[in-house]
Every structure is written in C-alpha cells, then in structure tokens.
C-alpha cells in the first residue's frame, strides 16, 4: 500500500508536468487544427533559459526565491517571443495551406530550434544548480518532496487558472469563438488574429513554466529533451480528446500515473518477461484502447468537420 | 477527421526522426601537407562520441590520441628506416551504434593504419567488423563489454579491463568490503550497461547474495521515481547500476528524495566529474569502479596529467591515458615490424610488452588487457577518491 501510494505520487507529479506541457498543445490544436510539434522544443528552451539565469544568479548570490521568481520570468517572456514570432513567421503564412504543410513546418521549426539550442548551450547535460535542499514529507507512507508539492499545486493553480480564464474572460470567450468558427468569430467582430497570437503567448508561457519545473525536478537539462517531452504531452493531449483543455489535464495527470504503476507492477505483472523500460507499451495500449473506443479521446467532443 | 490527422502525424513524426538522425559530422582535419619523399605518412584514426551527452569523456580520448601523435612527431621516429609522420583522423560516432559503423567506414577509406576507438561498447562491437575486413587493428581505449574481444577477430585489442572482470570485482567488493545482503540491480538496456549488470548479478549470486530485485530503464530517461520505489518495497542494502552519468546522477538524486537508504554502486560510466555536478550533495558515499589505476597513481601518471592539462587547460576526465598509451602501443608495434602496414605490424600488437602511462600493457589471445588492475572510487566531500585497487585475475584467484 505504501508502495502504491509511492507511485501514484511519483504519477501525480510526472503528469501534472505533462499536463501543463499538453495544454500547449491542446490550446493550438483547439484554435488551428495544428499540431504544433515545436511546442516541446519551446519547453526546452525554458528549461535551458532557465538553467542559465540560475547559474548566473546563483554565483552572484541571488537568494532562492528571488532566483526562482526571476528564472521562470525570463524563461516565460523568451518562450513567449519564440512562441509569437514562431506563429508570425512559419504558421500563418500558411493558415489556409493543405494541413500537411503547417504539420512540417511545425516539424522543421522544432529541429531548428533543437540544433539552435545544441549550438547555444552545447549537446552536453546541462547541471541545475541545487538552490534548494529538498525536505521530505511523509504522507500515508510515501514520500513527498517540498518540490513535488510545489510543482503539483502550481500546476493545479495554472491549469484551474486556464480554465476559469477560457471560460469567464472575454479573450478566453473569443478563444472558444475561434475555434468553433474562425470565420463566424472574425465576422462577429473578433480579431482572429489577435486571438491566434494569445494561444500562442499563453501556451509558451505555460510551457516555460513546465521547463522550469523539468529542470528543478531531475537537475538536468538537454537540448533533445523537448522531443521525448512533447512527444508524451502530445500524447497526453489526445488521451484527453485533443483540443480539450480539461482533457489535457486529464490525460496528463492520467498518463503519468499509468507510466508510473506500469514501471512499478510490469515486471510482477509479466512475471519478469518484461522490465519497467517497456512501461511506454501500457501508456500507447491505454491511448489505443481509448482511441478505438472513442476516438475523439476521453473528453474530446465532435467539433463537427472542421478539424 | 481525427485518425487521419493521427496518421499523418505519425507519417511525420518518422520522417522527422530520420531527418533528425542525420547529424553533422566533427570536420575531418585538414589534409597534411604533402610528405617530403623519404617520409612516411601514417594516418591514425581516432573514433569516439564527439557530440552529444558523453562528448566530454569522447573528447577526452581524442584529446589523449593527439597528445600521443605529437609525442610521437616530435620524438622523429623511424620505421624501417623511414622518419615517420603521423596524423590523426579523428572521426564522431555520437554514442551511436549505426554511426558508428559509417565512421568506421570512413576510416577505412581514409586509409587509415590503425584505430583507436571506439569508447562505447555498443560502438565497437558493430565497427569492429569493419576494421576487421579492412585488416585495420582497433584498441578500443574504453569499450568494456566482454563480447567486443570474442568475435574471433584479430584486429580487436583494449587497454582496459573488461566487464566480466569489472562486473565481479565490484560484486566480490560488495559481498566483502561493504558486506551487502540484499541487492538490487539496475541497468540501462544498452550494450555496456547490460553487459555489467549481467556480469555483477552474477557473481552475486555466487557470493549467495539475494538479488532482490532486477530493473531496466534506458539511457535517455531521467526519472526513475517508479522504479526506485518498487525497489524500496524489496528493501535492499545496495542498489547497482550498469549504466552512465546522465542517468546515474538524477538516480541517486532520486533515490535520496525517496529517502532510499541504501548504497549506490556503479561502473566507470558514471565515475565521472558530472556525476557529482548534477547529482550534488546527494552524490556523497556512492562507489564505483574503474578499470585501470587512479589516474595519480598511474606509473606515468602526474607526467601525463600536467602535460595534458598545459596542453588543453582543462583536466583529463577519463581515458586520456588509455587513447595515448594505445597510439603509442600501434607505434611501438610498427617499429617492431618496420612497416606502418597493417598486415605487417598487426601480428606485433599481440606480442606487446610495453610500459604505458596506464602501466605495463600486454594482450591475451584474445586481444584483452593481461591483469589490468580496477579501482573502487567513493564520492566523498564533492569528489572522486580512490577506495581499493584489485587485479581482477589476483580477485577471482582469491576467491
């Protein structure tokens, strides 16, 4: 019991990071019908611009906090430019082009932005910096970091914040305006591009936030580390029903237990056949299973032929 | 709608990793300047990660290969009464097994007379073949899986001990030294990782040690949260891991966090610098093991270690030594045979006797290092300190 706790608190914490990387996803996928595949590698480039103002701050004896705080705000506004500039410049040229060409580009942009980051900060791990000693809190027999907290509950907060956001503002009304009818929406009086522009700025600054945590949580940093990333918060994202915000949270939080118990039971489980390395097999089993079942994922609904 | 925009994704999710494995290539050095006529021009290549998370250790070995070829320059050697130049090929397989076996190629087209390469073992097993058609000879300065030397090929040499000795050496070291009870292995599912891990089960289990649990991850991940704590539950003593810096640093990190208390063993792959950079103040009290002596105690060690660092203004990280005494074990074997050509002075390597930086250095039949000592390091205020040298051959004979 003890154990399983462990490893539904170890899931919880992996799948919020998930979840906070798939909202990236979700939002765009939601608003343009596109995968945008360089949305891993934005996260990574928080991760590395992160690593970066800690270790100069660190050596001029910033105190933690103030090193945090300042850490994911610049990681947020470099992301935020990158997200912006990225949208301008490769994606709505080509807005009314047959899908595959933004789906390559989106491709194209993430290898740029991997090799860019190899050149800036090297193809060597990159060392976080310990700012704060981790203390340990026991709940029912697992073990809990003072950082796992913390990046549980921020998490929590962002993506309640996203939500509430989505639903009460008026941006968040135009958002969901857009993505039923961008045409209608612009009609209307909505700026489409406007609105576009802001997915993007919310879902990059959420994503340098999760690459903060990324580096805060393992003490390492990568400039292949967006690829894995994204590619298991993509998943995440059509676990939940792609274009879903509150799916994305779900199938974040979902996926990160699912890997977590597979590791924890698989090699009991196969009665040693397989080892926790094929633990990857349970999480895409789980989202064929769920695709077959209901394809639009687990609270995707149809939004008609337009996607 | 939604399936269809599933499989295009997949479609390009292939079509971007093929583009991304398509990685650039270290730039050959320049071509020499053409040789005066009684010179002898020896290519030698040299084949190691340059790029990528162990460039620092593939570096290294390319440095020491270096260091080696202009000792050699200056010290105006003559074989078979020919003053010889020799140059380096330095070539970057990026850890990777398929790339490996494109720059072994290139080395063979170059031409060159001899390889030192590659580090990983997942490296040099799969190049070796190459060097082995071509006739060129290889000492791989680090490659510690047991198979790389017993494919039957005579072109494969190491200056290093390999795993079938490290592995029980640092099983014997837990069962008498740290009088382990209960261990749990860990590997990372690649050629030297596994093959460690392997090595060490085994002989633990001949200690009549309880392996209490055996997991695998893989040399990309870095959380290991679930697993550690399904190896909680088996409550060991002493967790070991076949695997590298990358992955050891943030497991031990973990394995703190999840107030795991015990011991933490591994091989040279993660006796390294980063190590105790990444994982901090949780590095403290783990071991593990090297081949060859502590790099001070080395017979030509503190010479070695001011040249290098004078030379490159950094320190040597860890196979230096072993990439300069294998240059140097190529030239001694040429001069022996008075020909840089390979089917000449092939047959010489194998009859080596030579003083290196690393110490005495002759092969066995099989083109492994003869009793090659191993040392257990300990983290300890921050930093690598040695703890016991064994020779692997005195160990199995104690046992």
New interface residues.
């Given amino acids: 019991m003890e154990i399983f706790a462990q490893q539904l608190v170890n899931g919880l914490v992996l799948g919020s990071i998930y979840a906070l990387v798939a909202l990236g996803y979700t939002m765009v996928y939601g608003i343009l019908g596109l995968i945008n595949f360089a949305h891993g590698d934005i996260t990574m480039i928080g991760a590395l611009v992160s690593i970066t103002v800690v270790q100069l701050l660190a050596a001029a004896g910033m105190p933690a906090a103030v090193t945090l705080v300042l850490a994911g705000g610049v990681a947020m506004v470099v992301c935020v430019i990158l997200g912006v500039s990225i949208e301008r410049v490769a994606y709505r040229p080509l807005r009314r082009a047959p899908r595959l060409a933004p789906l390559i580009t989106a491709i194209g942009i993430s290898i740029l932005l991997q090799y860019s980051a190899a050149l800036i900060w090297g193809k060597q791990y990159i060392a976080m910096p310990e700012l704060i000693e981790p203390t340990r809190i026991s709940i029912a027999g697992a073990q809990l970091t003072d950082l796992q907290a913390a990046i549980f509950l921020l998490a929590c907060l962002i993506m309640a914040g996203l939500l509430w956001f989505i639903k009460t503002s008026r941006m968040g009304r135009a958002m969901r305006a857009t993505e039923q009818n961008p045409d209608v929406a612009g009609l209307m009086g909505v700026n489409t591009n406007t609105v576009i522009a802001f997915t993007f700025v919310l879902g990059s600054a959420i994503g340098a936030i999760a690459g903060l945590m990324v580096v805060l949580y393992y003490g390492l940093g990568h400039y292949f580390m967006g690829f894995m990333l994204g590619l298991k918060a993509f998943t995440a994202a059509v676990l939940g029903g792609i274009g879903n915000v509150a799916g994305a949270v779900l199938g974040g939080l979902l996926l990160g237990v699912i890997e977590s118990l597979a590791s924890g039971y698989i090699g009991d489980l196969t009665g040693g056949v397989l080892g926790s390395n094929y633990r990857d097999i349970f999480a895409f089993l789980v989202l064929v299973l769920v695709l077959v079942l209901k394809p639009s994922g687990l609270m995707g609904q149809h939004s008609g032929d337009r996607a | 709608?939604?399936?269809h925009?599933?499989r295009?994704?997949a479609a390009?999710?292939i079509?971007?990793a093929l583009?991304?494995g398509c990685g650039q290539d270290a730039p050959a050095p320049k071509a020499a300047a053409p040789a005066a006529p009684q010179m002898l021009t020896i290519k030698i290549g040299s084949a190691s990660p340059l790029?990528?998370?162990q460039?620092?250790i593939g570096v290294d070995i390319r440095n020491g290969v270096q260091l080696a070829i202009e000792d050699a320059n200056t010290a105006n050697i003559e074989i078979g009464g020919k003053k010889a130049r020799f140059e380096m090929v330095a070539e970057d397989d990026e850890a990777n097994p398929t790339k490996a076996t494109t720059v072994a190629q290139k080395l063979v087209d170059a031409k060159v007379a001899a390889v030192v390469g590659h580090f990983n073992s997942g490296a040099s097993i799969p190049a070796s073949k190459i060097y082995s058609d071509a006739g060129i000879p290889q000492i791989s300065p680090s490659s510690t899986n047991p198979k790389y030397t017993q494919q039957g090929f005579k072109t494969t040499f190491r200056v290093v001990a390999h795993d079938d000795q490290q592995g029980p050496t640092l099983a014997r070291f837990a069962a008498k030294t740290l009088q382990a009870k209960r261990v749990a292995v860990i590997d990372d599912?690649t050629a030297y990782g596994q093959g460690l891990a392997d090595a060490f089960e085994k002989t633990i289990k001949e200690q009549n040690i309880e392996v209490v649990a055996?997991?695998?991850?893989?040399d990309?991940d870095?959380?290991f949260?679930?697993?550690l704590?399904?190896i909680?539950?088996n409550k060991p003593d002493l967790i070991m891991f076949g695997g590298i810096?990358?992955q050891a640093?943030?497991m031990i990190?973990q394995m703190k966090?999840?107030?795991i208390k015990a011991g933490f063993i591994g091989g040279d792959g993660m006796q390294t610098p980063?190590f105790i950079?990444?994982?901090?103040?949780a590095s403290d009290g783990a071991m593990a093991s090297i081949p060859g002596l502590p790099k001070e105690q080395m017979p030509g060690g503190t010479a070695f270690l001011e040249k290098y660092k004078a030379k490159f203004g950094q320190e040597v990280e860890l196979f230096a030594p072993m990439g300069y005494d294998a240059v140097m074990v190529f030239i001694d074997a040429m001069k022996r045979a008075g020909s840089a050509d390979p089917a000449k002075f092939l047959p010489e390597i194998g009859k080596t006797n030579y003083q290196g930086v690393i110490g005495p250095i002759a092969f066995d039949d099989k083109g492994d290092l003869v009793n090659g000592p191993i040392t257990i390091y300990v983290v300890k205020d921050g930093a690598w300190k040695p703890l016991e040298t064994v020779k692997p051959d005195a160990a199995a004979a104690g046992k």
Avoid at chain 2, 214 to 218: G, L, N, S, V, W
Avoid at chain 2, 277 to 281: E, F, M, P, R, V
């Fill in positions: 709608m939604q399936m925009s599933l295009h994704t390009a999710l079509t971007g583009i991304a790029t990528g998370p460039a620092h599912s055996r997991e695998h991850t893989t990309k870095t959380d949260r679930a697993i704590t399904k909680k539950g810096d990358p640093a943030p990190k966090e999840l107030g980063n950079k990444i994982a901090g103040d």
